[in-house]
């Protein structure tokens, strides 16, 4: 998710946006998931 640049006692960072988007696009699928997983009602043994 960030890079990282080390530059004499301060490191700098860096947001990687494409690791964002992929991560936005996961939890997106998994929020459709659980909104079809709430309509249903099913529930899951213990």
Do not use: H, I, W
Request: glycine residues 4%.
């Amino acid at each position: 998710m960030v890079d990282t640049e080390p530059c004499g006692r301060f490191t700098y960072y860096r947001l990687r946006p494409e690791v964002l988007d992929a991560l936005a696009g996961s939890f997106a699928d998994l929020a459709a998931t659980a909104r079809t997983t709430l309509d249903s009602d099913r529930k899951r043994s213990c």
